[in-house]
């Protein structure tokens, strides 16, 4: 997570990783691009840009595909070289030189790079998914390969992402994979070949506005810095409200004691420690802002049959890196992983018949933080079975971190632009796919003006993205139903409007959208069936970034006229006809007004490819609605080729 320059005054200053500070100043060895690591997969097709820094004035070689290129760092450090474009295919290995340390990255693949961005509904993993299971089970194509950019965030532009690594598709890996940008991809592998890589870069939560750089924004540096004092204000704010609840602030981790993990040791009294709900971000636990470690404990029970048997312990995804022990054992630590559930085999010499304590140690550098999974996946296996251990664990605080506000800076007027996209800009890529507009549809007005946002993030990334060449394919999932469903035609609707608004954005070229509509569910944030929005883009990314011909679209508004009282509407993108899913083929979700604006439900059906739309409480009617609500309930109207028809309005009102 980077510092804020402006707030040193709270000791954000040494929140930046050493590696990191490397890019900031001069550095002192030699290092390319965190992207150029082991597993990469370089766009096809596209001059090949790689990156770096070393000391200064200092000659590197760079070795690729038989190819060499020499350059001499600048006075900064920075050194950049570029091949020429080359085929699908692969592996390959890179060389990178200098001062006599060699770097060498293995692996490489040519294919289809996709950057995949948003917020929580691109953010959520396979392992959460539907089926997760089976998924990650028969995840099984090394040329699919993800890198996962962490959580971080900056008030300037920064020359590398904080953190991550490039991983196969595999059982060990996939389920920290982004779900959609996941089966997105490999439904793309299917129709078009080539390796592919996915650039996963999102934050749950997050608005558009975090996305755009200042630029995007015109954002002036009054402005700028009107944001930079109410962080600061808010983070003042946070850290005395933390000492208020914990006392003084601890600034090292009692914990750790000269390398002894004191707080894993089997027989501590943590009878005088908090209780926290687990699983659970400590966030939404009462430790509003705090970033930095904390220690959960809990128990399990075992039996003298029992040790002699398999026994694995899954803690779900933590936020950010654990280190985890039983009785004082340690059984397995990662790093930086937000998203990867973590599940680690207990050794035989770990375990005891009886009690046995199991110890937690988190380290969270920014946003949310915990042990932040589904309770479904905090268990211990034991020789196959599983025992729950979701529940109330014992909870103490190590360390002390105060940042700006953790709920809030993934709102922060373009900090996240700077840190998790910007690195990214050099680097070649095929597309992106977007799944973000939850948190911009609070209100009416709110979602209204991402018309204007969306169009401008989409064209001011494709002004930026240096390495993309221009007009890059940009599609993105519309937002799908959720909320109460309306027993009356609401007269004004955030995420109709927020849909409405995404749609607006079709006028630009090179653009798609997968509907939605009937995937979410009136309590469900975050729909699990993350196949079908994956699938529905991938449909899209066949017919607007590689010309297939492919139906890539379900029914969309073409144009309507009243005849006798009855609205006639036809449509696009037919896929071999309208039909209805409903029993007897009614067609539900129509609303239809006259000049007084007053919207009633209508009855429909559909009419040699069109639909009829009628109601005896509206004798004249001058408007047609469908699905305008922020919930349609199981919505029933599709295309032959079984996708959903777009929600959609023919008033302004």
């Known amino acids: 997570m980077r510092a804020w320059p402006i707030l040193v005054a709270l000791c954000l200053a040494g929140t930046a990783s050493a590696a990191a500070a490397q890019v900031d100043a001069a550095p002192s060895r030699l290092r390319p691009a ?155 592998r299917k129709s078009v070949g080539v390796p592919i890589g996915l650039i996963h870069t999102s934050w749950g939560g997050s608005n558009i506005e975090t996305w755009m750089s200042r630029r995007a924004l015109g954002m002036t540096d009054s ?92 803690l779900g995804p933590i936020d950010d890196s654990d280190i985890t022990w039983v009785n004082g054992v340690e059984v397995g630590r990662t790093e930086q992983a937000y998203a990867q559930p973590r599940l680690y085999p207990v050794p035989a010499s770990a375990l005891r018949s009886g009690r046995n304590v199991v110890a937690v140690r988190v380290d969270d550098t920014g946003g949310g933080g915990g042990i932040s999974g589904e309770p479904a996946l905090l268990y211990v296996e034991v020789n196959g079975t599983r025992r729950p251990l979701a529940g109330a664990w014992r909870f103490k605080v190590g360390e002390v971190s105060i940042r700006p ?130 699938a529905r883009l991938a449909l899209t990314a066949r017919a607007v970034a590689y010309g297939q011909s492919v139906v890539a679209s379900g029914p969309t508004y073409r144009r309507h006229v009243v005849r006798d009282g009855r609205v006639v509407i036809e449509f696009n993108h037919l896929g071999g006809g309208l039909v209805s899913r409903a029993a007897g083929g009614r067609v539900t979700g129509f609303a239809i007004a006259g000049d007084d604006h007053r919207f009633v439900w209508a009855d429909a059906r559909i009419e040699g490819g069109r639909v009829v739309v009628w109601s005896d409480r509206v004798p004249n009617p001058t408007a047609v609605r469908y699905l305008w609500m922020n919930s349609p309930n199981a919505p029933v109207l599709y295309s032959r080729a079984g996708l959903p028809a777009a929600p959609f309005r023919t008033d302004a009102w």
Not at 415 to 429: D, E, R
């Open 34 to 188: 965190r992207l150029f690591a082991d597993g990469v997969v370089l766009q096809r097709g596209a001059p090949i840009p790689v990156w770096g820094w070393a000391p200064p004035t200092t000659a590197v070689s760079v070795q690729l595909a038989g190819r060499t290129r020499l350059v001499t760092a600048d006075a900064a450090g920075a050194w950049r070289v570029t091949f020429p474009a080359m085929p699908a295919g692969g592996p390959w290995e890179m060389s990178i030189a200098a001062l006599g340390e060699r770097i060498a990255v293995r692996d490489i693949l040519v294919g289809d790079v996709w950057v995949a961005s948003g917020q929580s509904n691109m953010e959520w993993p396979v392992a959460s998914a539907d089926n997760s299971a089976n998924e990650i089970a028969s995840a099984n194509d090394p040329k699919l390969r993800a890198f996962n950019v962490p959580h971080s965030y900056s008030e300037t532009p920064e020359a590398d992402v904080t953190g991550g690594s490039w991983t196969a598709a595999d059982p060990q890996h996939v389920g920290s994979f982004t779900a959609v940008g996941y089966f997105f991809a490999r439904a793309l």
């Open 223 to 314: 402005a700028w810095n009107r944001v930079v004092q109410d962080e600061h204000a808010r983070a003042d704010a946070t850290r005395e409200a933390l000492r208020a609840k914990l006392g003084a602030l601890p600034t090292s981790d009692a914990g750790l004691g000269n390398g002894r993990a004191v707080w894993a040791d089997a027989a501590l009294d943590d009878s005088d420690w908090a209780t926290i709900p687990t699983p659970g971000l400590w966030e939404s636990a009462g430790y509003d802002g705090m970033d930095g470690t904390a220690w959960y404990r809990t128990s399990f029970v075992l039996d003298d049959e029992d040790l002699g048997r398999p026994i694995r312990l899954s």
């Open 405 to 534: 506000d953790a709920q809030r800076i993934n709102k922060v007027p373009t900090v996240l632009y700077n840190a998790m996209l910007h690195p990214l800009l050099p680097f070649p890529i095929k597309g992106v796919i977007w799944y973000q507009g939850e948190s911009n549809a609070n209100t009416v007005e709110q979602a209204a003006a991402y018309r204007q946002s969306f169009q401008s993030l989409i064209t001011s990334w494709r002004r930026e993205w240096s390495g993309a060449g221009g007009d890059f394919p940009f599609l993105w999932v519309q937002l799908p139903n959720y909320g109460p469903v309306d027993s009356v035609p609401p007269a004004a609707s955030g995420w109709a409007t927020l849909r409405e608004s995404q749609a607006a954005a079709l006028t630009l070229p090179k653009t798609g959208q997968a509907v939605a509509i009937d995937l979410g569910g009136p309590n469900d944030l975050h729909p699990r069936n993350k196949q079908d929005a994956g």
